[in-house]
Every structure is written in C-alpha cells, then in structure tokens.
C-alpha cells in the first residue's frame, strides 16, 4: 500500500494522518477513496470541511510518517512537524517536503463499523519539479514510502518488472 499523510484544519491548526487506506477509483472525474477510522480527529474534520488533502511523503521521511498514526490531534498538536503550504482552500494544508500533494473535496460519504470510506474528487495536483520526468511525476524519483500488512514493515520502491497494458500483449498472440 503507498503510505500517504492526510491533510487537515483541526481546531484551526494544520493536522497529518497517516493513511494506508487509500486508492484512485474513477478516471473521469478524477476520484480517490480512503477508509478513515472514526476515533480520528482527520475524520471529523474533513466531513466537517468537505476539502483535504493527500501528501505522498518519500521513503527517507519514514519516521515523521509512522509519527502521524501513532499520536491524534486529539491530544497532540501535529501542526508544527512540517513546512506547510496551501492551494485552493485554507482547510487543506499540505506538506512542503512531500514531492506529491493532491486537494481533494469529498464527494460521497459510506459509513462502516470501525471506518467511514471517503469518496473525493481530485481538485488540483502539486508535483515538485525535480520529481518530473518529461513533465510527468518520476516514482522513481518521488521514491514513495509503502507499508506492507500483516508484517507492518515499511519500503522503499523496488525495481519497474514491465509495462501496463503491454506486458501481457504476448500472451495475446494467435488469438
Ligand atoms: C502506517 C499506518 C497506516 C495507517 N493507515 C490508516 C488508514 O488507512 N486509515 C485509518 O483510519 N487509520 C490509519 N492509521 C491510523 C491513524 O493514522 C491514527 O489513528 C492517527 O492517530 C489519526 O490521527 P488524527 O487523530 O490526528 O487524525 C494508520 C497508521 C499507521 C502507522
């Protein structure tokens, strides 16, 4: 799973959660969905403000990303860890170490027993120039942070195995 920080205005401060929940789900329009646990203070804040953003931290900010799921806004102030900046809305703080930073508004909320799953529109993308390859975001480049579950051990990217939509081309032939 990639590792993501949820950005968020608690009590008027900048707030980060850690989210491994989290995945694109439409192209048109542009939609992510992720699962966030009701004793969250992220998640009372983004069905209270509607807007959020999705911070992408790099494999070398491990520490800071594990930090923000380990302790709550609801009884630690978060909001001086990073460098923030902002886009669109004042409620969707983002990180100005993380290569990658999406705005989201929500679109549609599912309410489950532990988690509500957040459906929102991707609103505007922030990509760190020297993250770009020919004007698109270099992974390689971004070198994102991914958990995986049940050993909870974090990575690193590893090495690109082929390409979508042309990998399996050859098992095509004949047919
Ligand atoms: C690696 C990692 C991944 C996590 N992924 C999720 C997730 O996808 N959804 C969720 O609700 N909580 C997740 N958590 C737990 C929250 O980050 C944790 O509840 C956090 O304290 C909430 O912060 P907040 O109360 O300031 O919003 C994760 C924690 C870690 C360490």
Redesign the pocket.
Same mark, same amino acid.
């Given at each position: 799973m990639p590792?993501t920080l949820i950005g968020s205005l608690?009590n008027g401060r900048p #707030? *980060?959660? %850690?989210? &491994? *929940?989290?995945s694109r789900v439409c192209l048109d329009p542009p939609l992510v969905s %992720?699962?966030? #646990?009701k004793?969250? &203070?992220?998640?009372e804040a983004v069905l209270k403000n509607r807007v959020f953003s999705v911070n992408f931290p790099t494999a070398a900010m491990v520490k800071e990303?594990?930090y923000?799921? !380990?302790?709550? &806004? #609801?009884n630690t102030d978060?909001s001086m860890l990073f460098e923030v900046f902002y886009g669109k809305s004042p409620a969707a703080p983002m990180i100005q170490r993380c290569p990658l930073c999406l705005e989201c508004t929500v679109l549609e909320t599912h309410d489950f027993n532990s988690?509500s799953c957040i459906i929102a529109e991707i609103t505007a993308a922030h990509v760190d120039e020297c993250c770009l390859t020919g004007r698109k975001p270099d992974p390689k480049k971004i070198n994102p942070l991914l !958990?995986t579950i049940p050993d909870n051990r974090y990575w690193a990217l590893g090495e690109s195995v082929g390409y979508a939509w042309s990998a399996g081309k050859e098992l095509m032939k004949g047919k």
């Open positions: 590792v608690v #707030n *980060f959660m %850690t989210v &491994a *929940f989290i %992720t699962g966030l #646990n004793r969250s &203070a992220t998640r990303a594990d923000c799921g !380990l302790v709550s &806004a #609801n978060k988690h !958990l």
